[in-house]
């Protein structure tokens, strides 16, 4: 194996995972160690990847012939893609080490920050040392920085929950919502909840729109009830109400009143309409500008960071109002549209309004065989007085088109190659 000959694992969650041909596979998310009878450190047995669609699956150390802060190459192409499961006498480092409170055999107490793996002569990687912050009183000074034998500090091998959440959140913090949503699904739910409740609002919301509809009400019930009416703030109103859809009436009354009513409003419209129809699962908060805007004007607005993709693809021209229920709609334009037009013409000029809109009691199927048809990324929804009162875009309609639990990496179908190895560490 081309390595060095001590790696921190901690530097490594992210490392792009790549086959013998060159081509990148997944990404590093954990190392799997075995704890061993005897006081020898626990040896590691392979590394934790994630692979496309989620699904996190095992990859034995014997297979891997390049460990690198870069990168992470395997000596074979053939995987086994059987979602990893932990084993009962298996350990996973980041997981459960990252954090925990630990004391050095001079007395000091500290944190565990990172844990390093080595390779012997004879190949077998082991956790040798330990990287462990002194805890201080003195709130204007970080801690000394240890790094010791794995054998020189107490409460490694403890059973329980005595782990902060700060270097945890240090890995994961540049994870997209979806990855790091991933990441929080092989927490236990009391580690779950402390991580989700130490991310903002703004982070949390983003990654309960990721994850499926259980984990986020038990995350959310986790919180008080003033911190989750904020949470729900922060969330596309679309969002907010498919959440608050799975909690019981008098719950969902007591989260809209704590809301401010600007944010609430939009909601509890969306709660009105019947599941599975336009106005369900529409976001009512679409790019909306009027016919005397110009080009340039549009360009601008849909550069806002905080659209996602499908909502910045169109602008959706109407009269004033401009918030929904807008006045008469009018038409919608495409990005590429305004690409192609001079930045001063006006958006009445180059509006588009030969597709029929959607109604909000459209039914899903009725909005999929549309969208296909005319090979579009969004459409409006307007009332019985043409008002726009939002849009559908398409991953709204692939949230509601999937299976209910697609979220859940449980569920995710297996497959085995033919030189396919345990999901769980090696066997004994």
Not at 44 to 51: D, F, N, R, Y
Not at 117 to 134: D, F, I, K, P
Not at 136 to 163: F, K, M, P
Not at 188 to 212: M, W
Request: aromatic share 2%.
């Amino acid at each position: 194996m081309s390595t060095p000959n001590r790696v921190y694992i901690a530097r490594l969650a992210g490392v792009a995972v790549f086959d013998p041909n060159g081509d990148q596979v997944g990404r590093i998310r954990d190392a799997v160690a075995r704890m061993r009878q005897t006081q020898r450190p626990p040896e590691v047995v392979g590394l934790v990847a994630e692979m496309p669609m989620r699904r996190r699956i095992f990859l034995s150390i014997n297979r891997i012939t390049s460990i690198d802060p870069e990168a992470v190459v395997l000596g074979s192409g053939t995987l086994n893609l059987r979602r990893f499961e932990k084993r009962p006498n298996e350990l996973l480092v980041l997981q459960e080490l990252l954090d925990r409170r630990v004391q050095l055999d001079t007395g000091q107490a500290g944190s565990v920050v990172d844990v390093a793996m080595e390779c012997s002569r004879g190949g077998e990687w082991s956790l040798t040392r330990v990287a462990v912050r002194e805890q201080t009183s003195r709130l204007t000074r970080r801690g000394h920085l240890h790094q010791v034998e794995w054998d020189r500090v107490r409460g490694l091998g403890a059973v329980g929950d005595a782990r902060g959440t700060a270097n945890l959140l240090a890995v994961l913090e540049d994870m997209r919502p979806a990855d790091l949503a991933n990441a929080l699904q092989d927490l236990p739910d009391a580690r779950r909840n402390e991580v989700a409740a130490a991310l903002d609002d703004e982070r949390l919301a983003d990654v309960l729109s990721e994850l499926p509809e259980h984990d986020q009400v038990e995350i959310l019930a986790a919180l008080d009830r003033e911190r989750a009416a904020d949470v729900l703030e922060e969330m596309d109103p679309d969002d907010a109400a498919d959440l608050l859809n799975e909690l019981p009436p008098p719950e969902q009354d007591v989260l809209l009143d704590l809301m401010e009513p600007e944010e609430a409003n939009p909601v509890r419209q969306l709660l009105r309409y019947a599941s599975g129809t336009a106005g369900s699962v529409m976001t009512s908060e679409p790019v909306i500008l009027p016919p005397d805007a110009t080009v340039a004007e549009a360009l601008a607005r849909i550069r806002e960071p905080q659209l996602s993709p499908a909502v910045a693809a169109q602008v959706f021209v109407a009269r004033a109002p401009l918030t929904t229920p807008t006045g008469r709609y009018l038409g919608m334009v495409h990005f590429q549209r305004l690409l192609r037009e001079p930045p001063a013409d006006l958006l009445g000029g180059v509006v588009v309004n030969d597709i029929d809109p959607l109604h909000p009691t459209t039914p899903l199927p009725e909005i999929t065989r549309r969208m296909a048809t005319y090979d579009l990324v969004a459409m409006p929804v307007v009332d019985r007085n043409n008002r726009l009162v939002g849009a559908v875009t398409v991953d709204d309609v692939l949230d509601h088109s999937l299976p209910r639990d697609w979220r859940d990496r449980d569920v995710v179908p297996t497959t085995a190659g033919a030189d396919a190895e345990p999901p769980g560490g090696t066997d004994d």
